[in-house]
Nanobody
Framework: QVQLVESGGGLVQPGGSLRLSCAAS????????MGWFRQAPGKQREFVAT????????YYADFVKGRFTISRDRAKTTVYLQMNSLKPEDTAVYYC?????????????????WGQGTQVTVSS
């Protein structure tokens, strides 16, 4: 069992930045493909970004391209989502997820483990 813990959410003004982190309790994430998803109130969970186990195969949702960056540290213990130029419509609970096949995938159903989520609120 992999327990994922997200951190870094909060309240930010439009145009601001936040960096989300995702770590696994007691283990590395070296062999896992990782993804970030989000869910806004009244909406379905949607894909944001993904990165394969080797740091390649990176994909973004169109609505975050050029603003968000997914990365993983060299020790592969943490995955990050750097979010710049935030907009009010980015307000959501952000979840990280891990898949055991190591792929960078946009499909939520292909992830085996999920974190509890961290709230991001973009408001003036």
């Amino acid at each position: 069992q992999v327990q994922l813990v997200e951190s870094g959410g909060g309240l930010v003004q439009p145009g601001g930045s936040l960096r989300l982190s995702c770590a696994a309790s007691g283990r590395t994430l070296s062999n896992y493909g990782m993804g970030w998803f989000r869910q806004a109130p009244g909406k379905q969970r949607e894909f944001v970004a993904t990165i394969a186990w080797n740091g390649y195969s990176i994909y973004y949702a169109d609505f975050v391209k050029g603003r968000f960056t997914i990365s993983r540290d060299r020790a592969k213990t943490t995955v990050y989502l750097q979010m710049n130029s935030l907009k009010p419509e980015d307000t959501a609970v952000y979840y990280c997820a891990a898949n055991i096949v190591g792929a960078g995938t946009v499909v939520a159903g292909e992830y085996n483990y999920w974190g509890q989520g961290t709230q991001v609120t973009v408001s003036s």
